[in-house]
């Protein structure tokens, strides 16, 4: 079974839209990371979220964490082609530093 | 520059012949882990290491050995290399504090186990 689950698995959006990936842990989560992936590329760091609540942006992206923290959102205002390749989430579910990742989004822009 | 460095980027190798793939930082950080990604399964955590000479399991440590010899380097190492060890490999090194801002990634390492 998945630890984290994210959705949807993939999304195709014209440029300059608004859209929205999704981050669900049936556990507590002890800090949740967002990683951009290029496809077969390494991991690009965009945010981290701890507290519960927490809500960071970054240029046209804004991450939140739900007060239970237990799900986190990634929004992406007015799209770019630049923005398309692969949205993970990764967190610790345990407080134990074992480290979980979504099954990843797959993003496509189409100018 | 802080980063985390892999070697080889790119291995293609036979079953059964034992290789390693190294993996450095720069960055003095306590934490450092290895994933395998595959597609539909994702990345999958293989060992992790909480400092020097302190290693742990992750969720698909079998088939791989680490070590944790120096701060700076983690090994990942795999004894008799099998067709389903073909995969898309990171290591990746942050502080180990929770909270911690930022998890860095190397590039990463193809390998293809005929």
């Known amino acids: 079974s998945q630890e984290l689950e994210q959705s949807p698995q993939s999304l195709i959006v014209q440029e300059g839209k608004n859209l929205t990936i999704n981050c669900t842990s049936s556990?507590?989560?002890?800090?949740l990371y967002w990683y951009k992936q290029k496809y077969g590329e390494g991991l690009i760091f965009l945010m981290m979220?701890?507290?519960?609540?927490e809500e960071k942006s970054h240029e046209k992206i804004t991450a939140k964490l739900d007060e239970k923290k237990q799900q986190s959102s990634l929004h992406i205002t007015a799209s770019q082609p630049s923005h398309a390749g692969i949205y993970l989430c990764?967190?610790?579910?345990?407080?134990?530093?074992?480290?979980?990742f979504g099954t990843g989004t797959s993003l496509t822009v189409i100018p | 520059e802080a980063q985390v460095t892999q070697n080889p980027r790119y291995l293609i190798t036979v079953t059964g012949k034992k290789l390693t793939v190294t993996c450095s930082q720069n960055?003095?950080?306590?934490?450092m882990s290895w994933y395998r990604q595959d597609p539909g399964l994702g990345l999958r955590q293989i060992y992790y290491?909480?400092?020097?000479?302190?290693?742990d399991k992750g969720d698909v440590p079998e088939g791989y050995k680490v070590s944790r010899k120096e701060k700076r380097n983690f090994p990942l190492i795999l004894e008799s290399p099998s067709p389903n060890q073909t995969s898309l490999y990171f290591c990746?090194?942050?502080?180990?504090?929770?909270?911690?801002?930022?998890?860095?990634f190397g590039p990463g390492t193809r390998l293809t186990v005929l």
């Open positions: 990746a090194s942050r502080f180990l504090s929770i909270g911690t801002d930022t998890q860095y």
């Open positions: 556990k507590t989560l002890y800090g």
């Open positions: 960055m003095n950080h306590e934490y």
């Open positions: 290491s909480m400092n020097v000479e302190v290693t």
């Open positions: 979220l701890q507290k519960g609540g």
């Open positions: 990764g967190a610790d579910l345990s407080g134990g530093n074992q480290f979980y």
